[in-house]
């Protein structure tokens, strides 16, 4: 009998092994947004934060509003995620969004900061406590086998600027340049637009940061350009059929209307980054790099260099790419709500 237990104990042990062994691992993830003055930051932390598969190590915010620090806590606290650390771009104003453009989309970040707040890590109030950006990245690639994170950059570049600038600390004994180097697999940035061309992300902000980052990232990096989302319409159906107890969802309506559609630029990215090319993506691109201008415009050069660099197409029509991601909402925020 003990022998018997010992040999099942035994057996039980191995299967397990072999059981770990053979499961997929779970997509080491950090996303940084700009989740201010488009309402697609939303969509993709939505994603981020209900697709199975993603182990979501950090938020780090790159538009310096309390209230984009504390949506993303809220929307974080909704998920499950209230453990998640975020980090932020310093000074923290209490800006709002106001659409001077075409005065049409309606602010969402202060809303879903005010009443999803519940689960957050982040008080009302207490944006100032979230981390300083920088250190958060040290501290979570310190702490990262070599060679597993992915970053999902749907914004601008001052936190990952800041991350190649920074030099030894208490996390790690390398420079920021040495510890993206080690620990990242892949940087999947949404700005640009390929081969050439000018896009918000890239000039919006602060267009020699974008070149810093983009021009001397020491590893892979995949772009999704303005072209790739910007006919991809989504959150229409997620607006009429999503839950209404879901933030993102009601991020959607207050910036586009009920039933209204937006391009979905930063949840196509981070679609990516969570799955690599899945049934939607393909490479646009046979070698060569991006480059940068110090005005914010880039242009895809043939040389290749010694990180690959690819840029995004997509291998289905803009129509399914916009359905299979208003579904991902759906059921996503379905699930959280349960
Ligand atoms: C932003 O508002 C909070 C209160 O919600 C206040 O404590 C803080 O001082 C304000 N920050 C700035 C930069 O005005
Ligand atoms: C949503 O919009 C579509 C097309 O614009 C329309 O056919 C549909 O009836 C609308 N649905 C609702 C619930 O308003
Ligand atoms: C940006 O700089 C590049 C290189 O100098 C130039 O070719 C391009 O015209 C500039 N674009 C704008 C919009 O100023
Ligand atoms: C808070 C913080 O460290 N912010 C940094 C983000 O990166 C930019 C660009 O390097 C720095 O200027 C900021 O100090």
Not at 67 to 79: D, F, I, K, P, T
Not at 155 to 163: E, K, M, P, V, Y
Not at 169 to 191: P, R, T
Request: proline share 5%.
């Amino acid at each position: 009998m003990l022998f018997f237990t010992l040999v099942h104990s035994l057996t039980a042990l191995v299967c397990l092994g072999t059981l770990s062994n053979g499961a997929t691992p779970k997509k080491k993830l950090i996303i940084d947004t700009d989740m201010f003055s488009d309402v697609d930051d939303t969509g993709a932390l939505l994603l981020a934060s209900t697709e199975p598969s993603v182990d979501l190590l950090a938020v780090n915010v790159n538009y310096p509003s309390s209230y984009s620090v504390l949506a993303v806590g809220s929307m974080l606290g909704h998920y499950g995620y209230s453990d998640v650390p975020i980090g932020s771009l310093r000074p923290i104003m209490n800006d709002t969004f106001f659409d001077d453009n075409t005065f049409e989309n309606g602010e969402y970040a202060s809303k879903v900061s005010y009443h999803w707040g519940s689960q957050s890590s982040l008080a009302w109030g207490e944006a100032d406590k979230a981390w300083d950006p920088v250190k958060l990245y040290r501290k979570v690639l310190a702490e990262q086998d070599d060679n597993s994170v992915t970053i999902s950059s749907i914004g601008f570049f001052d936190n990952l600027s800041g991350l190649l600038e920074s030099t030894p600390d208490s996390y790690s004994d390398l420079s920021g340049h040495e510890l993206a180097k080690k620990k990242v697999k892949e940087l999947v940035i949404m700005g640009g637009q390929y081969p050439s061309g000018r896009e918000f992300n890239f000039y919006g902000c602060s267009p020699s940061v974008t070149a810093h980052v983009v021009n001397n990232w020491p590893g892979r990096m995949v772009f999704s350009g303005h072209e790739l989302g910007i006919n991809v319409m989504t959150a229409a159906r997620f607006t009429v059929e999503g839950p209404k107890c879901d933030p993102s969802r009601a991020a959607y309506e207050w910036y586009s209307g009920y039933n209204k559609t937006r391009p979905g630029w930063d949840p196509l990215t981070t679609l990516y980054a969570i799955h690599g090319f899945g049934d939607l993506f393909e490479f646009g691109n046979d070698g060569g790099h991006n480059y940068v201008y110090a005005n914010g415009s880039n242009v895809w050069l043939p040389e290749s260099k010694e990180y690959p660099q690819h840029y995004l197409k997509l291998k289905v029509s803009d129509e399914k790419a916009g359905k299979v991601l208003d579904q991902l909402f759906i059921d996503g925020a379905r699930q959280a709500c349960q």
